[in-house]
Structures are given as C-alpha cells and as structure tokens.
C-alpha cells in the first residue's frame, strides 16, 4: 500500500501541482514545500516512527492506518499513549491534501500546521514539548542522511519546520480516485455502476440533497465544501448549557489553555465545533464537512463517531437531523438540515451509491 501511494510522486507536473488520478483534480503543494522522492520517504518514515510519543509505541501511523483507510475504524473516539481517549473520531488522511483546513473544526490551515499537533498532545502522543524528536532525528544515521537528502541539512540544523514539511509531503502522496462512481461519471463507463448505485447517485443529487454539501464538479469531486455545519450529532447534549460552557471555555483560554488539549480532553468544548477557532455564534457546533470518498471502510461517522454503519447516517439525514424522529432537533442546527422522507428503497439505493465512491486500493476493505 506504502509503496503504491509513493507512485503519484513520480507524476509531478509542477513544482505547485501532483497530477490525480480519475475524478480528482491536480493536488496543490505549496511553494515553499515542493514534492520530492526524497521528502516523501522520509515523511513516509516520520509518519510511521512510534518513538515520537511519551511511551514510544504510538505513531501517526496509529491514528490513520493505511489497512483501514487511514483511520482507526472501527473506534468511535481516537485512542492515544496508554489507551487513553480522546473526544474526536479520527478522520482519513485519504485526500487530506485538498483540504482547506484540518482537523475537525480546522484551527490549522495546512498539514504542515496539523501535523505538529498530535505529538504533544497529552491523550494522543503525549510528548512535553517537540524536543524529544528533534533529538531522534539529530542522532539516528537514518534519519541524518534522509534529511541530507531531502533537505541539504546538516544534522544540528534540522527543525520541526523539516519534519512538518515533510510529513505533509507524504500525506500529499495519499489521494485515491477512480472509484466505480469516477468511471461511471467521469470515465463515462455506463457498466461501472449498477443500477441500484445509479438510482442512489439520483437519490444522492436531488431528493437527498446530500450534494450540497458533499460537492460534485464538473470536472471532478472532492464530495466535501471544504465547509462548516452543525447538523445536529452531538450538540443537543449541551444545548441548555451552551452560555455556561462558553464563559467558561473563553476564560480558559485568556489564561492560555491550549486549544489542541482543550477539544480532545473536554467533552462539552469539543460539541462547540467551529465556534472554539472562530468565536461566531452562526458556528456554534458546526463541523467540518467530511469528505465521502472511501466513506465504506472509514466508519463509524461523524466527528464523535456516534453513528455506526453507513445505514445510520442516511437515517439520521432522513430524520431531519436526529437518531429517532422523537428526538427533539437542535436550535442551533444548519438550515438545510430537515426531513427527506426518503423511503426504503431509496436509502438502500443511496447507501450502494456510498460504497461506489470506494478507490479500487481500498475495495478488497470495503468488503470485510
């Protein structure tokens, strides 16, 4: 799988932009962080190395494994050093590279930035601070000669800056296309879906209106508006309680609480979404839209990983925003979130559409 992904590396065409395969378009890199072989294979190799975490057995690697989509599915929550949960369910690194920003209510606005993160982050890596793998790279030949070739940078020079680009340089390398979905509507194969998957890619653009938020271009799809919603999962929880929580998060941090810790460690904040990056009310529990590529083998869903299966989630949309439809809806939640009154069929249509989008490198996970 590694070895496969590294492949794009070898099709740039700029030094700003990866060529995609089918139904994706040109990857952006930035320029001050250009793609090379080298760069990737050390990212490969930071992203992997469990010993940049407090008890040295876990990796990015753990969070976002490649065998399971570049997730940790089938956990609801992010486990880190020692077991220890977080309150977030791990999103894929699969396409990362098209996000505008990261991590679920995107306080950072780049992989380099997000990358950083999780090391010192007291329930995922558990480090103190970033010195201890400046250390590792500074002292192990490998890693002296991967940043020799990566970087020009003699041993005592290398910084995080290094090691961020360079992660993010391998997570760019991450993209998958050319689903059934992809050949059927970008390839122009009529044979690629069946026609339960074509019904639901109807269901999907018009009674469903799952398409105005999960976007479709014409030249290609990235299924996700790159925005932020509160669609109802998790707020309701606090949604008497939401004055107090946010007096007291807004305290917090004029006495310099870290935001990275706060979301992951308390549970209430976390439901705040956006609005703990952005301080507007409109983002009161709103998160970012995930994206639906490879959606088959990357559950359970949502930011809290509180709906299950693939079937949940097109129930709770049906519902209006609600596990069951005596379940009292959020004021807070998204205008465009309300009842579908899609029928059994027509569910079962969308959820086969769901699992069309599914890259032909994951499709073996999609089936177990």
């Known amino acids: 799988m590694r070895c496969k992904l590294l492949l794009i590396s070898l099709l740039l065409t700029s030094t700003h932009l990866l060529a995609a ?8 890199v930035p320029a ?4 090379s072989e080298a760069k990737i294979l050390l990212g490969d190799k930071l992203f992997h190395d469990t010993r940049f975490s407090s008890t040295g057995n876990v990796s990015c690697a753990t969070c976002h494994d490649a065998k399971k989509g570049f997730t940790d ?38 992989l380099e930035g997000q990358s950083a993160g999780p090391f010192i982050n007291p329930v995922e890596m558990g480090l103190p601070d970033h010195q201890p793998i400046i250390d590792i790279v500074r002292t192990d030949p490998d890693y002296v000669a991967a940043f020799q070739a990566a970087f020009g940078k003699q041993a005592n020079a290398i910084t995080m800056k290094e090691v961020k680009q360079a992660i993010a340089s391998f997570e760019r390398t991450i993209i998958a296309g050319d ?15 069946t026609a339960s998957e074509i019904r ?21 799809a990235l299924f996700t508006d790159n925005r932020f919603h509160n669609i109802g999962i998790g707020f309701a929880s606090i949604t008497h309680d939401v004055p107090s929580i946010v007096q007291a998060h807004q305290r917090a941090q ?12 308390k549970a209430n904040v976390s439901e705040l979404g956006r609005y703990v990056v952005t301080d507007k009310v409109t983002e009161l529990g709103a998160f970012k839209t995930a994206t639906l590529r490879n959606v088959a083998i990357t559950g359970p869903y949502m930011h809290d990983g509180s709906l299950e299966t693939l079937e949940d989630v097109v129930d709770f949309y049906n519902n209006g925003g609600v596990v069951d439809k005596s379940d009292p809806v959020s004021p807070f939640t998204s205008g465009g979130i309300r009842p579908l009154n ?10 086969n559409f769901l699992k069309a989008l ?7 996970s999609a089936q177990q």
């Open 21 to 28: 395969p089918l139904g994706l378009p040109d990857v952006p």
């Open 32 to 35: 001050d962080n250009s793609q």
């Open 200 to 220: 639901g890619f109807q269901v999907f653009l018009e009674q469903g209106r799952c398409v105005s938020c999960h976007t479709i271009n014409q030249n290609h």
């Open 179 to 193: 689903s059934p979905f992809d050949q059927y509507y970008f390839g122009g194969d009529q044979n690629a879906l």
């Open 342 to 351: 899609l029928d059994d069929q027509q569910k079962l249509d969308l959820v």
């Open 73 to 110: 599915s089938p956990l609801a929550v992010s486990q880190g050093i020692a077991s220890m949960e977080g309150t977030r369910n791990a999103p894929t690194v699969i396409n990362s590279a098209y996000m505008t920003s990261l991590f679920w209510d995107g306080r950072e606005p780049d």
């Open 254 to 265: 004029k006495a310099g609480e870290d935001l990275d810790v706060t979301v992951l460690t």
């Open 358 to 364: 599914t890259s032909p490198e994951f499709a073996q």
